[in-house]
């Protein structure tokens, strides 16, 4: 028997080998297209046997060596006349089972020794784009270091393409990304996950409000200018349209988890591996046979155990991305609803959407919101799945999950139905058997107690980086700089012992730096970006630390400057956000009152004075215009305090100056709408999910009083000049 895999090489050189959105969607949708092909190709040998099926590698098993071939040849030429410019390359190794090919037992030593030949394989290879002559010279394609091609000949081929000079491999990906496109619109609009979890969405079911491409998002919005919001503005609905965000989010883990695929499977407790791996799989069809390991063995070394488990953990996980992509996108339908009476179009564009990442394009306005919401959705998806929950980084460090015990299993069940076992410590020498009656009572109450303390696992965590850019920014740029900002988010996520989402997000205003690295570094030190993204269920936690930040802030000599804590957490950041805006009164304040623009904005200029400054002298100067630049900061902070009583309580509910910098850009970009419903949910008014509760007439009517208040919150802001705000002061520093 042979183990066979089949995998696309260079797939980001291949993505992102043109800067047109429309080719990087294209050539995005055909490396997910491998499983298919393959499984196409297998209808020319007798048997074969799935392993794995993700995006872009997949894993079987066939018969003979000849079978090997045939298929890895199939497939191979598949790609090549259906993908050009898609590296796909195949190995086979010798399989130690000799049974079943349908149905093989595949060991974490097998998985091992096939990615080895394979990466031995790709080092004797030509690189796919040797596949292209040039000789004779020939005239270059169009964003592209490829021959020009002639015309596809396909009746549905768009009329710019046909006029110009495109690779084949340029006009394969723009041809193909209609497809993408729709593909996305479907999942939409069909909503089959979130029907099976209740949650369907009207908004997200009409496709008439669904876009494929921002061009077309931008052209429905623009129909609609000048139209009247909820709130009783007008605003140009195309004006709002001229920042967009490109949001990356990546799972955290998950390489670890497939790296390590038998660990992996150990923490799972055996009685959730029987019924979710094995039955789950034998009753859906998948495996086809019953599972191999009886009621008493343990089913971690069942034969078949490792591709079960691989098999499963791969749907289970394109699920909750699914979900979780669909329910952000049902959010910011909502919010949107809330701003624009007549919506004329839902503002997500989908690009890709595949194995534990997902990339987005949606208007700056929702672009947190839906990031937000994605990775919260994220969470809960996989807490709440029996499989997914206990491969989580707190199963997989040993704090959830199953905990070892000696003795038998013994099976229990929790409050909510769910079955849970402690793992058994088989030792060889069955000592524990020959223990007389004192040591079976105190095994029986250390079991006892392991089990009252068993942990039940707990969610997976995702990280997202967020770049805001012009509308007719490169897309390909804004990639790399969402992908530079999930680094520092994983960083900080992955952190042994505080493992949680995070979300980073940049605002480019020009583009004079385009180096992420430079960019992020320019104000590293007055952010407390990256934001921790907590659950619900950590809320009053996340309180009562606010309350012990703010008493050691206050312990603190005044005279010395605090250094940034730790990063905060996103909800916490809405509520400081709500509170500058002056959306919500401070504690000991009867009316909101908003934060001075001015002196936000010379807060501001201060810390991007001291940043620039301590680049630019070495290390004893900057130190001494550091404390210098903090000295002014600090007497712009206690000027505003005592200018008023009121003024005074907000700045301590904001907490302090090196918040100032986010607080002016979240206030630039996050909805009032968002802002508002957090509030609501605190006051617990806030009623079914993406739908207004019965109590929003009356806090519509309290939207109004907010609104009628404007001009006393803005009385802190009477020095303002035009031009002079903090977005245009953040702007110039950026500069």
Known sequence: ?????????????????????????????????????????????????????????????????????????????????AAPGLDVSGVFVDLN?????????????????????????????????????????????RDSALPASSRLGVCDEARDDKATALSLSSRVCRHHAIAARLSFIELAVEQKDLEELGRRHDLLGREDLLTRDPTMLEEKLARSISSETVDGR??????????????????????????????????????????????????SGVAGESASAGPTDDPHKSPDALRRFLLEINRRLEKAMRISFLTAWARVASLAQKDVKDIAAIPVVPVILGGDDATVITDATYALPFTEKFLTAFEEETGKDALLKYLGPKSRQGTGGCTESTGEDEKAESADGTAKSIGKDRSA????????????????????????????????????????????FPFHIAYDLAERLIKSAKALGKEPEKECSTLNFHVLFDSTVLDPDELLRSYKSFTRRPFKVIAERDTEGRAKKRQSDTSEEAAEDPHERPALREHPA??????????????????????????????????????????????ASSAEQAQAKKQKSDEKIDAEWQAAKDSSGELSNLLDAIGGPDLVFDLIELADLLPQSYLEELARKETGQEGAAGHKSATDQQNDTVQKGITSQTSRADRGNSDSTNGNGPAAASQEARK
């Open 234 to 283: 007008d605003r140009t609905e195309d004006e709002r349209l001229s920042k967009v965000a490109v949001i990356h989010i990546d799972g955290n883990g998950v390489g670890e988890i497939m790296r390590n695929l038998q660990k992996s499977l150990e923490t799972i407790p055996d009685g959730v591996f029987r019924s979710e791996v094995l039955a789950e799989q034998s009753s």
């Open 429 to 472: 020498d069955g000592a524990g058997e020959s223990a007389g009656n004192n040591g079976k009572d105190s095994e029986r109450e250390s079991k006892n107690a392991e089990s009252a303390s068993e942990k039940q696992g707990g969610p997976m965590t995702a990280a997202a980086g967020v770049a805001i850019v012009p509308r007719k």
């Open 1 to 81: 028997m042979k183990l066979i895999m089949l995998e696309t090489n260079g797939n980001q050189r291949f993505v992102f080998s043109s800067p047109r959105l429309r080719e990087n969607v294209g050539a995005s949708y055909l490396i997910t297209q491998l499983a298919d092909w393959t499984e196409q190709a297998a209808k020319c040998i007798d048997k074969f046997g799935w392993v794995s099926k993700s995006s872009g590698k997949v894993i079987l098993t066939v018969a003979t060596e000849d079978d090997a071939r045939k298929l890895i040849g199939e497939v191979t030429r598949k790609a090549f006349s």
């Open 570 to 615: 996103w909800k916490e950041m809405c509520e400081r956000t709500a509170l500058f805006k002056g959306l919500k009164p401070a504690d000991g304040n009867e009316e909101p009152l908003a934060f001075p623009k001015t002196r936000a904005a010379r807060i501001r200029k201060l810390q991007s004075d001291a940043a620039r400054e301590e680049i």
């Open 97 to 141: 089972d000799s049974g079943d090919v349908e149905h093989p037992h595949v060991s974490d030593s097998d998985l091992r020794k096939v990615h080895k030949t394979a990466v031995e394989y790709a080092l004797n290879r030509p690189p796919a784009q040797a596949r292209f002559s040039q000789m004779p010279f020939l005239q270059r394609g």
